[in-house]
């Protein structure tokens, strides 16, 4: 799906000077390969254009016309012939999360990767408390809506607090998503100065009130929008 599969090639390019343990390769399957065979075989190849293992291998979008048993089932003989080290979902629902973690026989259910902003709550109010319950890394991404994150009302308040941590407002958006402790956050980065803003937006944490505070910023956008 991405670029045919040259993605998993460059990115195979791009860990090949480091130790294999300081990296960690996520990669897909798209929703026309969830068959066994057809799943297997889409796994072996993204192994081999990766020139390593994956450590984390998901279903990019559920397909209702597949057995979910059956993909999942496929996904466990990823992991036992060594292909990936864990096995995950993308775009899955609650309910079609718990389904999946239902057909599993031996290999655990570990991400779901799926739209979460500031902007985006959605997530919040199933699969969020639902991976929050069962020890589920739920997977952000469109973390900054593509850079509008800084705009409207919602802008205002990321700036405020931003001057505060002497941080940007992409920065606080971000460290507010993983405030949550099983959300990991995956913006978009297609320069380099973007990697470097979006690194700062660890190894610090928001206080519960500047949190509560954004939160509520957002619940006034929210209104806002959605206003006749």
């Not at 929703?31 to 998901?58: E, P």
């Not at 996904?75 to 389904?99: C, P």
């Not at 507010?176 to 937006?201: C, M, N, Q």
Request: proline share 4%; glycine share 4%.
């Amino acid at each position: 799906m991405y670029g045919a599969g040259h993605t998993e090639e460059l990115v195979g390019r791009a860990i090949k000077g480091y130790k294999r343990d300081e990296v960690f390769v996520i990669s897909k399957v798209w929703h026309n390969h969830l068959r066994r065979d057809d799943l297997l075989d889409s796994a072996r190849k993204s192994v081999q254009r990766l020139g390593t293992y994956m450590d984390l291998f998901l279903v990019h979008w559920p397909n209702p016309s597949v057995p979910l048993q059956e993909t999942i089932r496929a996904m466990e003989e990823v992991a036992e012939q060594g292909l990936t080290r864990y096995i995950g979902v993308s775009n899955f629902s609650a309910e079609l999360l718990d389904e999946a973690r239902s057909s599993t026989s031996k290999y655990e259910i570990v991400a779901d990767e799926v739209k979460y902003s500031i902007t985006d709550r959605a997530a919040e109010k199933d699969v969020l408390p639902y991976c929050e319950k069962n020890s589920i890394a739920l997977i952000a991404y469109t973390p900054i809506e593509h850079g509008k994150i800084s705009e409207g009302p919602i802008g205002d308040a990321l700036q405020k607090v931003a001057k505060k941590y002497s941080k940007t407002p992409v920065q606080v958006a971000l460290n507010w998503l993983t405030y949550h402790e099983p959300v990991i956050a995956i913006p978009k980065a297609s320069k380099k100065e973007h990697i470097v803003e979006d690194a700062g937006a660890s190894d610090w944490r928001l206080s519960s009130e500047d949190f509560e505070f954004l939160a509520k910023a957002r619940r006034i956008f929210t209104k806002r929008v959605n206003s006749p």
